[in-house]
């Protein structure tokens, strides 16, 4: 039974990261267009970073295996720069600088956490029903 509550753990550790990069993935499209933030610069795409959590082997009943947000970063990508004297965070030259947000490619990815969370989900699923129809054998 070890096994089978170590693969719901992992799954719900890929569902909570996968929920935080689809957060993330978000804000970095809702802000795709904000041109000037607290400090006075366009909003920075964000990046969020997964690190694998190994397994104990050392000690098999606390075994910890999955994936955890290792940190969220901003990307070094360029800002955009855009000419439109008329806008009210243009330079002196009259350009302004926009996000480095591609909002297809925050799409690509968003769709690619999603299938991810889904994958997670299936695992925790089936892990599940293994659970169930073991405690049905034993009756």
């Known amino acids: ?29 809702a802000n795709a267009n904000t041109t000037s933030g607290p400090d006075g610069k366009p909003y920075t795409r964000k990046l969020v970073m997964f690190r694998e959590m190994l397994d104990n ?23 955009k720069k855009i000419f439109d004297p008329s806008h009210p965070d243009a330079d002196k030259e009259g350009f ?11 799409m690509v990815d968003m769709i690619t956490a ?7 989900i299936a695992s925790f699923n089936a892990a599940k029903a293994m659970m169930t129809k073991a405690l049905e054998m034993g009756q």
């Open 57 to 79: 082997t050392l000690n098999p009943d606390e075994s910890s295996g999955g994936v955890e947000v290792s940190g969220i970063y901003d990307s070094k990508t360029p800002y």
């Open 96 to 106: 302004v600088l926009y996000p480095n947000v591609n909002p297809v490619e925050e």
């Open 1 to 29: 039974m070890g096994d089978i509550f170590s693969s719901l753990d992992i799954s719900a550790s890929g569902l909570s990261a996968e929920r935080v990069r689809m957060n993330i993935i978000s804000n970095n499209l």
């Open 114 to 120: 999603t299938r991810a969370y889904e994958a997670n």
